[in-house]
Each structure stands twice: as C-alpha cells, then as structure tokens.
C-alpha cells in the first residue's frame, strides 16, 4: 500500500496563517530606517517582501506616501490587502506579486526602496539588490534591515539551526559582506550598522499590530495546533533555540544610494 505522506509545513505559512509578519528591530527599526533613507512626504516608495503589509500601511498612513508592496506569497498579499481596506489606505497602496530578483518595474521608477527581513531568504541575493537598485531613481535609496552574523565563521550547529527553522539557504552576511554586496551593484553604502537582538525590544514588535490583529493571531495559532499534526511537530521539533544562537546572530541596517 502507498504511504502517505504529510507536506511539511513551512515559516512562511505558518506567518501567512498567522497574518502578522516580523523583523528584528520591529516598529523602532521601521522608523530609523525610514529616517535614514530621508523619506519626504509624497514620494513613491516600494516595499519588496512586504508581508501583511504592517510597514506598506504606516508608510502610507504617517508618511503620506504612494506605496508599492511586493511579495512571492499570495498569501501574504492577501493578508497585505484586507489590512490596507481595514486601516483605509488601499487607494494609495497596491499588493503586487513579485520576486526580488525579477521586479516588473521599468528603472528609476521609485525615490526610496525598502524591505526588511527579506533579502536574507534570497537565493541570488546580488541578482535582488542589483534589481533593487535599478528600479530606484539616479541618487535615490535602498534601505534594508537584514539578518546578521555578528561574529564571522559562526558555528555549524547554528547555521544548519537557520537553515533548517528558516530556510535561509545561502550563508547569513556579516554587516561587512552586506555593505559589499550595495556596493558591488551600483549603490554606495551610506549605513551598515549591526546590531544585537533585544528581548524587550522583539516584545514590542506587538506595537506594529493592533488588538484584533493579536487576537486573531492567537486563535489562528490555536486552531492549526489543534488540528495539523504537521504543525504540532514543527513546532516541536524548534521549541529549543540553540544556546549562543543571539550571541552570532542580529540584525543591521542598511542604506546604500544609487550612484
Ligand atoms: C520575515 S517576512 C518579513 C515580512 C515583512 N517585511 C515584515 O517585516 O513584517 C519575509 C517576507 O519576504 C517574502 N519573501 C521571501 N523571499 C522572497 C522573494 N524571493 N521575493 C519576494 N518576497 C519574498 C516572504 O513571503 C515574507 O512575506
């Protein structure tokens, strides 16, 4: 007789289903970043790996820009579009689906380019950036907050643990390798500041979210515990983060300018 077999779930439907998505650094990070990339009131902005949409809707709502957000998920967009009508800003913000590697943007389309724990799942990630860097306009921004190792040659046992809990593929970047890769395709890197992982300030990422948000969070995760046993195992099999995993790996922003 033919086994079955289960699909293994995967972190990005487990995010999907959840319908909130996260950086390190959450709403803090968000606001230095944006501050750093000189964003003025007005301008056309794309978010590439935008999620649910947390950061496409602020831009809108405290920055009064035109925003374009971008992910590979479906999912994720769908989630991204239902928040833009609750928080009443679709008018000024489209979900389109879309690779980081293959933006469907014609160049110097936008003043600043964002993206926050993305570039980090890239497989290609010069193929993204050069991509990033192209559909912003002569002297425009790409602002990035990514995953970091902050001591170089991090342990095996750390690696395969990212690898395996978030299918990051291609060796986490240090701040250094992260600022090479702006500059070798075509962006001068301004920032690259690595940072560590702060409890307290990881608890706040609630502060991107509101209240229903929350809650439907917490009910969606009920509900798949208590009927999907592949997500009872996953869960199991990452409850225990490996000892000194926060001590190789942070965070760090970046912003490089086109040349
Ligand atoms: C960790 S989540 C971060 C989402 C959002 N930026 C935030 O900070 O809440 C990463 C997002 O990047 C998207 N993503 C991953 N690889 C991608 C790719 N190659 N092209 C476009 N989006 C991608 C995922 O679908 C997911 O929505």
């Not at 990005?12 to 950086?23: E, R, V, Y």
């Not at 709403?27 to 970043?33: I, N, V």
């Not at 007005?42 to 809108?60: H, N, R, S, W």
């Not at 600022?179 to 706040?204: D, F, H, K």
Request: charge should be positive.
């Amino acid at each position: 007789m033919e086994e079955k077999t289960e699909p293994a779930f995967r972190y990005f439907d487990l995010q999907a289903t959840m319908g909130t998505t996260k950086h390190m650094g959450g709403l803090a990070a968000t606001l230095e970043l944006i501050e750093a990339g000189q964003l003025k009131e007005g301008q056309d902005v794309l978010e590439v790996g935008c999620g649910v949409g947390a950061t496409a809707c602020l831009l809108v709502k405290r920055f009064g820009c035109r925003v374009v957000g971008v992910d590979r998920s479906e999912a994720m967009l769908q989630q991204a579009r239902e928040r833009a009508q609750r928080e009443r800003v679709e008018e000024q913000v489209r979900f389109l689906q879309a690779e980081a590697g293959r933006l469907p943007f014609e160049g110097e389309r936008f003043d600043l380019m964002l993206s926050e724990s993305v570039t980090t799942f890239v497989v290609g990630r010069d193929q993204a950036v050069a991509e990033y860097a192209r559909v912003v306009k002569a002297g425009g921004r790409v602002a990035l907050n990514e995953e970091t190792w902050l001591q170089a040659l991090a342990p095996e046992v750390l690696v395969e643990f990212t690898r395996r809990t978030w299918e990051i593929e291609e060796p986490i970047p240090t701040a250094q390798d992260w600022a090479a890769l702006l500059e070798r395709n075509g962006l001068q890197a301004l920032l690259a500041q690595p940072r560590r992982m702060n409890w307290i300030v990881e608890a706040s990422q609630v502060k991107r979210y509101r209240w229903a948000d929350m809650r439907r969070m917490i009910w969606r995760v009920l509900a798949l515990y208590a009927r999907n046993p592949a997500f009872r195992r996953y869960m199991k099999e990452r409850s225990k983060l490996p000892k000194e995993l926060f001590t190789y790996l942070g965070y760090g922003l970046y912003l490089g300018r086109k040349r």
